[in-house]
């Protein structure tokens, strides 16, 4: 203790400094001066740590608001809005799914239309658009489309078509369906004794419900801003999970293997980390993140991990079997994985509208479900994020599990993978393109340094196909599915490429259009918030009721999955 005396007359000796100059500063000060300064300061220092921690970061609210300034000067701003006009016109009006649209049915009829009337108008509407999925001609979006699956569905949706898990004690066999989806569905990603989930209506909301259960986890554990660490390749739902649960998102970069950058992770996580994030795969390139390297980050720092198997998650539980096996695992066999979330209605193959949300614990589940005790109609209580659920696509899902069974998705398994390596191997003899990372499951992505890869897109879109495009890097994919594998289309998608490819080279200096030219624009433009305005009117289209005053095409569409 005596070692420590110099240090405590030196600590003194600052001490009696400090007071003395803040003694000299207030000497001639009022007491209600004196006050009034304190709690201005204190204030002043309240609003500025409010101001400096936000969810958004100071850099980026800086960014926006000076974008915001910029667009109210008077020459500046008219110039950027004639803009924004020219680009919110040609969205407008060159929206495929508007094109040929000449009315609109904007009122009840008076009479209620007979059934035959119905199912000839709804046969007319279900022919509607150019693009013909049944051709295997389009990414993604429908995985099986199998007729004999299609008059199975139909015949389960009708005997459930009015029931509601919402009612256990009215349904007790939805109940049942309901449990035993989720129970298999762990059982497939070796979840334990303990593992349990729910099913929900999709992806996203698989996404929210463990976003949100981590939140609330994190609320307890004394986080008050919680901080999620994503990829930037990772889901879209994760922004949106973060905009409405007030989680601050924090991007992880890739590595240029479009691996998430596992170091920047670990540089990323602090105090108020309240979950991590990888993708097996995910949706732009289908890489599989590292999940064994970022779990053991997860254990280290006791926070919940979550793997979003959303897109190919019935896939990969099947790949060991099929002959294909993934080189690293990726699910509750992962010591740190707490959560899994997968899609049914994809690769699973039922109807669209179903998808599961795993946990390898039920105190996690815990903090998903919603209970209002204190409601006048009754104690509240809801799993997700919807009360009533349509029973009719629980029991599909179920059927379709059931039907197809696990010698069934292995054989799709096989034939889907055997599929995506043929065309992989023979895109990858094409000197203009190359294949981003080293895609292990369905996705194949596509990029090059000789043209603007968005002309190929076009060039496809002509002959029919129907691909994703995709932006940071500038890139196109095809997400390989059952109607891929049926004879010829693969090699038919190579020929097309290789032929538009060709007629590309011709006049490497001709400018590309369509959607393509627009999300070339969309990249190059630094205010964010300009790109999600042109956005909100693709989004408002999708509502539209007035006839289009322009007959223009757009080639492709914003997104599929």
């Known amino acids: 203790m005596d070692a420590l005396i110099p240090y405590k007359e030196i600590l003194q000796m600052y001490w009696e400094k400090a007071t003395g100059f803040v003694n000299a500063q207030c000497d001639g000060l009022e007491p209600w001066q004196l006050i009034g300064l304190t709690l201005s300061s204190t204030l002043i220092g309240v609003w500025l740590h409010g101001f400096l921690f936000q969810s958004e970061s100071l850099a980026s609210r800086t960014k926006k608001q000076f974008f915001k300034l910029l667009r109210k ?8 809005q004639k803009k924004i006009d020219e680009a919110l016109n040609d969205v407008t009006s060159s929206l ?30 279900s ?20 007729e004999k699956l299609t008059h199975l569905l ?49 992806g996203t909301e698989s996404i929210l419900m463990a976003c949100k259960a981590y939140r609330d986890l994190a609320y307890e554990r004394g986080i008050k801003q919680p901080e999620m660490l994503v990829p930037v390749s990772a889901h879209a739902a994760f922004d949106k999970a973060a905009h409405y649960f007030g989680l601050k998102l924090i ?78 695992p990726f699910d509750f066999r992962v010591k740190g994985v707490t959560s899994i979330s997968a899609d049914t209605h994809k690769y699973g193959y039922a109807p669209k509208g179903s998808s599961v949300v795993l946990y390898s614990d039920k105190k996690y589940r815990s903090y998903q479900f919603f209970i209002a005790p ?75 340094d000789t043209f603007d890869i968005y002309r190929l897109s076009n060039f496809l879109a002509a002959k029919g196909w129907n691909l994703n495009v995709l932006q940071f890097p500038s890139s196109i994919h095809l997400c390989i599915t059952q109607l891929h594998t049926k004879p010829g289309v693969a090699e ?21 259009t369509g959607m393509g030219a627009i999300y070339g624009m969309a990249q190059s433009v630094p205010d964010r918030s300009l790109v999600a305005e042109i956005s909100q009117a693709y989004l408002d289209g999708l509502y539209s009721t007035d006839v289009p005053c322009s007959e223009k095409h757009m080639n492709g569409s914003p997104r599929h999955h």
């Open 73 to 80: 000067m008077p020459f500046v701003g008219a110039i950027i």
């Open 374 to 448: 204190d409601w006048q109609g009754g104690i509240y209580a809801s799993p997700s994020v919807a009360g009533s659920r349509p029973g009719g696509i629980i029991a599909a899902c179920w059927a379709t599990l059931m039907h197809i069974g696990e010698s069934g998705y292995v054989e799709a398994t096989k034939r889907i993978i055997k599929t995506a390596r043929f065309i992989e191997s023979e895109l990858r003899k094409i000197d203009s393109i190359f294949i981003l990372g080293k895609p292990e499951v369905s996705v194949l992505s596509i990029g090059s």
């Open 96 to 125: 495929s799914f508007l094109k040929d649209e000449k009315d609109y049915i904007k009122a009840l009829p008076e009479q209620g239309m007979s059934q035959p009337e119905v199912l000839k108008k709804m046969k007319e509407y």
């Open 154 to 202: 139909v015949k389960v949706y009708e005997e459930f078509a009015w029931s509601n898990p919402l009612h256990p004690d009215i349904f007790p066999g939805l109940r049942k369906m309901e449990a035993e989806v989720v129970r298999v569905a762990c059982t497939l990603f070796n979840g334990g004794p303990n593992s349990c989930g729910a099913m929900t209506s999709g």
């Open 492 to 512: 038919q998608f190579l020929k097309d490429v290789k032929d538009s490819i060709e007629d590309i080279m011709k006049d490497l200096s001709a400018k590309t």
């Open 251 to 328: 991007h992880i970069p890739l590595t240029k293997a479009m691996e998430v950058d596992v170091q920047a992770m670990r540089r990323a996580i602090s105090k108020n980390t309240a979950m991590l994030v990888c993708s097996a795969p995910q949706f732009p390139h289908g890489i599989m993140d590292p999940i064994e390297e970022v779990a053991e980050l997860a254990v280290k720092y006791k926070i919940p991990f979550h793997v979003d198997a959303c897109l190919g998650g019935f896939l990969i539980a099947f790949m060991d079997k099929a002959g294909f096996p993934l080189k690293h």
């Open 127 to 146: 022919s509607k658009g150019d693009v013909r999925w049944q051709d295997g001609k389009v990414s993604g979006t429908v995985y099986s489309g199998e």
